[in-house]
């Protein structure tokens, strides 16, 4: 089954994710980035989201919310509750959601909601500092991504 996911945090979190994503990734249209803007209330942020699961009624739902407990993670456990074709995570990072975006037609919704965690738990490091001559012949010289 396909499946779309829906990013959706405070402020402009989805759509500064949607810019990044794309600039790295590029655009993918079974993607949507709903924003939970100050003039937002709970009920503008689920008129939005049901705008778009509306569009997408055959398709399995990963929702990617900011943070855990917050107002757009409420609203989107609240949906997915009883629905077995929708599943909510929260916390997760921009290169977590690039690996399940291009992985989330090929994935069970439930194995693709541990993939996007487990990948942002392994590309969440800490950088060790080290003397920059003994790094320096693997930096990049051109201007990187």
């Known amino acids: 089954m396909e499946s779309i996911i829906i990013i959706s945090g405070h402020g402009t979190y989805a ?13 993918n249209a079974d993607m949507y980035f709903i924003d939970f803007l100050v003039t937002d209330t709970e ?5 939005k989201i049901h705008t778009v699961l509306n569009k ?15 107002t757009p993670f409420k609203i989107a456990a609240e949906i997915a509750n009883n629905n077995n074709n929708m599943e909510v ?21 439930s194995d693709l909601s541990d993939l996007i965690i487990e990948a942002s738990k392994k590309s ?3 950088f060790i500092k080290v003397a ?9 010289k051109d201007d990187g991504i």
């Open 15 to 27: 759509t500064a994710l949607k810019n990044t994503i794309e600039l790295v990734a590029g655009s």
């Open 43 to 47: 009920t503008t942020l689920q008129a």
């Open 56 to 70: 997408n009624m055959e398709k399995q739902v990963l929702f990617v919310c900011d943070i855990l407990g917050g």
């Open 89 to 109: 995570v929260a916390g997760v990072n921009v290169s977590s959601i690039i690996e399940v975006m291009f992985q989330k037609d090929e994935l069970s919704l």
């Open 124 to 126: 969440t490091k800490k």
């Open 132 to 140: 920059i001559a003994a790094v320096k012949p693997y930096m990049e």
